[in-house]
């Protein structure tokens, strides 16, 4: 049935090239656009997140237009719904492909980056005069540059085990941490985080217990109080949490509601709604690690970022500047761009290799290998006393305990990358 | 961390004490609020035969209006108006919507409420936006009430159990003790008869209505601030209301009682004793090998699919006891 209907598809894009081809003016050739693809929820529960993402680009792509584009053309952000779903974006890449689409950026669920990862290696062998590259911005299980590593997918995030170890570099000089409890959503990512965790912190501090390991079920826990009794009675004084959105809220609220007293370091406490359903309940005790944070700006010399932050915020009623690492995208996809002098997927990825790029934090780096950006990552608290900016008008803001420089952020890959001859 | 066996032999111990302590407080509460939602739908559905499909969007519609009521007075006041307001949209719904379809039968009327989810959905996000709002406790509520074994108990939790329990009663007093309980209940089974001695049936039905939707904005004044207020509430709330009904009875709010509570515990239960099924088995002498696919099963931790046991146990009553525990019908 698959494959008929791909048959289908296939013939009626076969009818749609020959159509084009009749017309002279059509064709790559002649588009005066760069059209970059975004392939995430934008209905359904994650619908907040994906739409946030989304913002970012357009807002960072009109930055771009506005400097007038990326060797004289523009930029145009098209957003697909993918309703979370792999199989869903399998199919809008197809439908991408066939409107002219040659970046695709993905990055709410590493299921969906891994499926899209084997698409775009597919569609390319397929298609070689019709390339894809596919920028994550977000999916952050490990293989995606290890093991499943593709030549055409780059990965501007940390990936979790490299954030685990910038957790776990900084909780080895913390000498009041001696129990550790860990508790995660049960899916690849959350599993790789206890396993992960466990290995680096038994090297880093074997004198660290794990006192607890704990997944549950992914979006359907509506009350975290039994957890929180096993934390508690765990006697744990540090969680690790990979859990985002109204997991992690919800996971963070009932603690405080119980008056556990413990330090919580997550990924994902830091934007889209979370600082806003934690509140106080996070204060003094939520970190996190991110690439950023709107007081960076207060740290650091970064005036552009400054004017970003204020302007999207203004612009988008309430909505944070949150995706430094989509900027970074961008910045570095024009860079190689302008350094190929060519829009063409092969000699961009290309160009993208290796490169390097200043940024107000420090040097960022697309390692080769693996296509996995090496950049600064900082730990945050949530408090009330914060330098400037307060997160999603909460009253409390994130101040900066931590940085670490890209280069200690590097974790070893398996990768053994097959690059295309031409 | 798995505990090991010696944990049931020491069942007396004041970890195990501690656990079960506040697996019981913590299952109670989550099973009264479930009970406030599903207490609405079970009274429409018991006595209107309408399936509201649409009764968690009231929930959510509830935490919403408490949201915008209270920041602009207070918490009281929003406890007060946001179920009113929401009984109100409920009586508009059943008014202009449910009466209009009722002549095509009960798959129309489903179908209209099943419209009106993404209807509501999307009003929620037009008008409070997609990220959840800040809708938090009352300061007067904000303290802890007793502490036990270093946990301490929020004073919040104990006003929620204290109005779902209210509730309870009020609605119980209400529809058996009351002259009004007896018309609306007459007019459910007999509606010829009730209209012909002189009561407008359809008014009834309205206010029936009116009154299911405004206890589901009452759920939602007393969990938004407890959980979160954000336009998923509904889509995460809404299968497991389903279940408590089903599982209850349809229509019986003694059986929805007591499938809130056995819902809420089990899946309490479930997380804090954290044991796989094979650990069970091995307690009692059998080994399983967890090489085979069953004996795979069997090392799952139970906190890993305790959400899941609702709905397991759903489909066993289904299939053993179609009317649920409590339930008057067969259907």
């Known amino acids: 049935m698959k494959h008929y209907k791909g048959l289908v598809r296939r013939a009626v894009a076969a009818v749609g090239v020959a159509a084009a081809l009749a017309v002279p003016t059509l064709g790559s050739a002649a588009d005066d656009t760069i059209k970059i693809g975004y392939i995430d929820p934008l209905s359904g529960p994650f619908a907040n997140v994906g739409d946030a993402g989304l913002k970012h680009f357009k807002y960072l792509a009109e930055r771009i237009n506005a400097d007038g584009g990326i060797l004289g053309k523009d930029v145009e952000i098209i957003g697909y719904d993918n309703k979370s779903s792999a199989q869903e974006s399998l199919q809008i890449l197809r439908e991408a492909a066939d409107e002219g689409v040659h970046y695709i950026t993905q990055g709410n669920g590493s299921h969906v980056g891994g499926a899209l990862v084997d698409g775009v290696e597919k569609h390319n062998r397929r298609n070689p005069d019709n390339r894809m590259v596919f920028l994550n911005y977000a999916a952050v299980d490990p293989a995606l540059t290890g093991e499943k590593c593709s030549f055409w997918h780059f990965r501007f995030d940390a990936n979790s085990a490299m954030k685990l170890q910038a957790i776990t570099d900084y909780m080895a000089e913390q000498d009041d941490i001696k129990k550790v409890f860990l508790i995660n959503m049960d899916y690849s990512h959350g599993q790789a985080i206890s396993r992960i965790a466990k290995e680096m912190l038994k090297e880093k501090r074997p004198d660290i217990e794990i006192v607890g390991d704990v997944l549950h079920p992914v979006g359907k826990v509506k009350d975290f109080s039994p957890y929180i009794s096993q934390i508690q009675s765990s006697g744990a004084d540090t969680v690790i949490s990979g859990n985002w959105g109204n997991d992690l809220s919800l996971l963070v609220k ?6 556990l007293d413990v330090d919580w370091f997550t990924y994902y406490a830091g934007g889209l709604g979370t600082p806003t359903a934690l509140g106080k309940a996070g204060a003094e005790h939520v970190k996190m690690l991110t690439e950023w944070q709107e007081n960076l700006v207060e740290d650091y010399e970064a005036p552009e970022l400054r004017e970003i932050l204020e302007e999207f915020e203004q612009r988008y009623d309430g909505i944070e500047f949150y995706y430094l690492r989509i900027k970074t995208q961008m910045d570095m996809l024009q860079k190689a761009m302008e350094k190929a002098g060519s ?12 490169m390097t790029m200043e940024t107000p934090f420090g040097t960022v780096t697309m390692r080769e290998q693996d296509h996995q950006l090496l950049q600064p990552l900082f730990i945050s608290t949530f408090s009330e006393d914060y330098p400037k900016y307060d997160s999603e008008g909460t009253g409390l803001g994130w101040v900066m305990d931590a940085k670490l420089d890209a280069a200690s952020t590097a974790v070893d890959s398996v990768c053994e990358m097959k690059r295309p001859s031409s | 961390m798995r505990p090991t066996l010696s944990h049931f032999a020491v069942a007396g111990s004041p970890v195990m004490l501690e656990s079960i302590v506040f697996s019981v407080l913590n299952g109670l509460l989550y099973g009264m609020l479930l009970f406030m939602l599903a207490s609405g739908l079970t009274l429409i559905f018991g006595m209107m035969g309408v399936l509201n499909f649409a009764h968690a969007s009231f929930y959510m519609l509830g935490a919403y209006c408490a949201y915008t009521i209270s920041s602009y007075t207070n918490f009281w006041v929003a406890l007060i108006l946001a179920p009113l307001f929401v009984g109100f949209l409920g009586a508009l719904t059943e008014r202009f919507g449910l009466r209009n379809v009722h002549k095509h039968g009960h798959v129309a009327e489903l179908l209209l409420t099943f419209g009106l989810v993404y209807v509501i959905d999307e009003l929620v996000v037009l008008i409070w936006g997609q990220i959840p709002v800040n809708y938090a406790i009352p300061p007067s509520l904000d303290f ?15 006003f929620i159990l204290f109005v779902a329990i209210a509730m309870f009663g009020a609605i119980y007093l209400l529809l058996v003790r009351t002259r009004v309980g007896m018309i609306i209940r007459a007019a459910l089974s007999h509606p010829e008869m009730v209209g012909a001695l002189g009561h407008d049936v359809p008014r009834i039905f309205t206010l029936v209505f009116a009154f299911g939707t405004g206890l589901a904005g009452l759920a939602g004044v007393m969990a938004g601030n407890y959980y979160i207020t954000e336009p ?10 389903f279940v408590v009904v089903v599982f209850g009875g349809l ?12 819902i809420g515990l089990v899946t309490t239960f479930a997380v804090s004793l954290n044991y796989s099924i094979a650990d069970l088995l091995a307690a009692v002498g059998l080994g399983l090998d967890g090489a085979n696919i069953a004996g795979g099963l069997a090392h799952i931790d139970l906190s890993r699919i305790g959400q899941m046991l609702p709905y397991l146990m759903m489909v066993l009553i289904l299939i053993f006891r179609p009317r649920g525990l409590m339930g008057a019908r067969e259907s």
């Open chain 2, 232 to 241: 998923g509430m509904a889509f995460s709330m809404g299968p497991i209301v």
């Open chain 1, 254 to 259: 009932a603690g405080a509601q119980a008056g």
């Open chain 2, 251 to 262: 229509g019986s709010l003694g059986g929805a009682l007591a499938a809130s509570l056995i």
């Open chain 1, 343 to 354: 829009t063409e997927p092969l000699a961009v990825a290309r160009a993208l290799e290796g």
């Open chain 2, 144 to 158: 802890t009430l007793f502490t036990l074994f270093g946990t301490s108990f929020p004073a919040y939790r104990a």
